[in-house]
């Protein structure tokens, strides 16, 4: 997309400031005399025709104003706009409802999603804390019946799970048991790859143990979403953009659809550094669903050890400077308060 003169970025930015308040079809007229612009109408609509033949606005009928494009709101969004902050006094109550709800983690996934909501009038998400990476604690082999054994293991963070493992002929359960000590003593702390790269020294048994030990670590260490947490949806549905109800059933469905909503994380979010936010417009081409909607994601939570991810979804006529402001503040305060968790408990 081609580069903007001062006065080309200044009409655009108008144009999306006041198609956010209205979303309503901006006219040079009206520009003129809200702004007390020191132009001719003439020469605004000069520009407003500069700006749609650069794919930045559009004209959605003859004789009508411009709103802008996916484009427009990119351009705004990466180079108008500037680092936002919210006011002091929304900040501070912020903070004094997070401080009053305790150190309950589900209690701050719920307000995260309630304060998103109602600050950007959107659809919002969080995503409860999880391990960063999988890694293995604990494993417990048991016999239970001919050549079945139970294999209990337990990863960090307290989840267990069980499996059954087929051998070529049975074996005794003092067996079972120095196979589990050995894998215990070896394997403490590491994750599927770490477990991959072990060089001990094991008999037939441990590897058959070890290969089903990696199979079921390395899924987990793609990215899924654990509890995810909603709030605002009547938000969505209650814009205009959203009187018919196609686009908003396709993107409330991005909330709902669990398959869907790890792709989006993983692909945007799990890349992402702490804290740090993205703006997605209309999809970015790769989300069918979104092609009507704006998402703004960050992720929150201690590296290296445990993080969530947090957002909302709402029309592309976003109030993108307070959105991005909301989630990067409410992000910093949760990653605050699950280091300072971590800390107290260990």
Same mark, same amino acid.
Request: glycine residues 8%; charged residues 20%; aromatic residues 6%.
């Given at each position: 997309?081609?580069?903007?003169?001062?006065?080309?970025?200044?009409?655009?930015?108008?144009?999306?400031?006041? =198609?956010?308040?209205?979303?309503?079809?901006?006219?040079?007229?009206?520009?003129?005399?809200? =702004?007390?612009?020191?132009?001719?109408?003439?020469?605004?609509?000069?520009?407003?025709?500069?700006? @749609?033949?650069? #794919?930045?606005?559009?004209?959605?009928? @003859?004789?009508?104003?411009?709103?802008?494009?996916?484009?427009?709101?990119? /351009? /705004?969004?990466?180079?108008?706009? #500037?680092?936002?902050?919210?006011? $002091?006094?929304?900040? %501070?109550?912020?903070?004094?409802?997070? =401080?009053?709800?305790?150190?309950?983690?589900?209690?701050?996934?719920?307000?995260?999603?309630?304060?998103?909501? %109602?600050?950007?009038?959107?659809?919002?998400?969080?995503?409860?804390?999880?391990?960063?990476?999988?890694? /293995?604690?604990?494993?417990?082999?048991?016999?239970?019946?001919?050549?079945? !054994?139970?294999?209990?293991? !337990?990863?960090?963070?307290?989840?267990?799970?069980?499996?059954?493992?087929?051998?070529?002929?049975?074996?005794?359960?003092?067996?079972?048991?120095?196979? $589990?000590?050995?894998?215990?003593?070896?394997?403490? #702390?590491?994750?599927?790859?770490?477990?991959?790269?072990?060089?001990?020294?094991?008999?037939?048994?441990?590897?058959?143990?070890?290969?089903?030990?990696?199979?079921?670590?390395?899924?987990? %260490?793609?990215?899924?979403?654990?509890?995810?947490?909603?709030?605002?949806?009547?938000?969505?549905?209650?814009?205009?953009?959203?009187?018919?109800?196609?686009?908003?059933?396709?993107?409330?469905?991005?909330?709902?659809?669990?398959?869907?909503?790890?792709?989006?994380?993983?692909?945007?979010?799990?890349?992402?550094?702490?804290?740090?936010?993205?703006?997605?417009?209309?999809?970015?081409?790769?989300?069918?669903?979104?092609?009507?909607?704006?998402?703004?994601?960050?992720? =929150?939570?201690?590296?290296?050890?445990?993080? #969530?991810?947090?957002?909302?979804?709402?029309? @592309?006529?976003?109030?993108?400077?307070?959105?991005?402001?909301?989630?990067?503040?409410? *992000?910093?305060?949760?990653?605050?308060? !699950?280091?300072?968790?971590? *800390?107290?408990? *260990?």
């Amino acid at each position: 997309m081609p580069d903007l003169n001062d006065r080309q970025r200044l009409i655009l930015a108008l144009i999306i400031h006041d =198609y956010i308040d209205t979303a309503q079809p901006i006219g040079s007229q009206h520009l003129v005399e809200r =702004y007390s612009l020191e132009i001719s109408p003439a020469t605004v609509r000069n520009v407003m025709v500069d700006l @749609t033949d650069s #794919g930045y606005l559009r004209q959605p009928y @003859t004789s009508a104003g411009r709103v802008p494009t996916e484009e427009g709101y990119r /351009f /705004f969004v990466r180079q108008l706009m #500037g680092q936002t902050e919210l006011p $002091a006094t929304t900040r %501070n109550t912020i903070s004094h409802q997070f =401080y009053q709800a305790g150190p309950d983690v589900g209690r701050w996934m719920r307000l995260a999603a309630s304060v998103l909501a %109602n600050q950007s009038s959107a659809a919002s998400l969080v995503t409860a804390p999880r391990p960063e990476q999988a890694r /293995f604690k604990h494993i417990s082999l048991i016999s239970t019946q001919g050549r079945q !054994v139970l294999m209990v293991m !337990v990863w960090t963070g307290g989840e267990v799970r069980q499996q059954i493992l087929t051998l070529a002929e049975p074996v005794s359960q003092e067996q079972l048991t120095s196979a $589990a000590d050995h894998i215990n003593l070896q394997c403490e #702390g590491l994750d599927a790859e770490g477990i991959s790269a072990l060089s001990g020294n094991f008999d037939a048994l441990e590897q058959d143990v070890l290969k089903l030990i990696r199979d079921d670590l390395e899924p987990m %260490n793609r990215w899924a979403s654990g509890e995810v947490y909603r709030d605002g949806l009547t938000n969505v549905l209650a814009e205009p953009e959203f009187a018919e109800s196609e686009p908003a059933r396709k993107a409330l469905l991005m909330l709902e659809e669990r398959s869907l909503l790890d792709d989006l994380l993983s692909r945007t979010v799990l890349s992402s550094t702490v804290d740090e936010v993205q703006v997605l417009i209309g999809g970015e081409g790769n989300w069918e669903e979104l092609r009507d909607c704006s998402v703004v994601l960050a992720r =929150y939570g201690a590296p290296g050890l445990v993080t #969530g991810a947090l957002g909302v979804i709402g029309p @592309t006529r976003m109030a993108y400077g307070k959105t991005v402001s909301t989630v990067r503040f409410v *992000s910093g305060l949760l990653s605050d308060l !699950v280091i300072d968790m971590l *800390s107290d408990g *260990s």
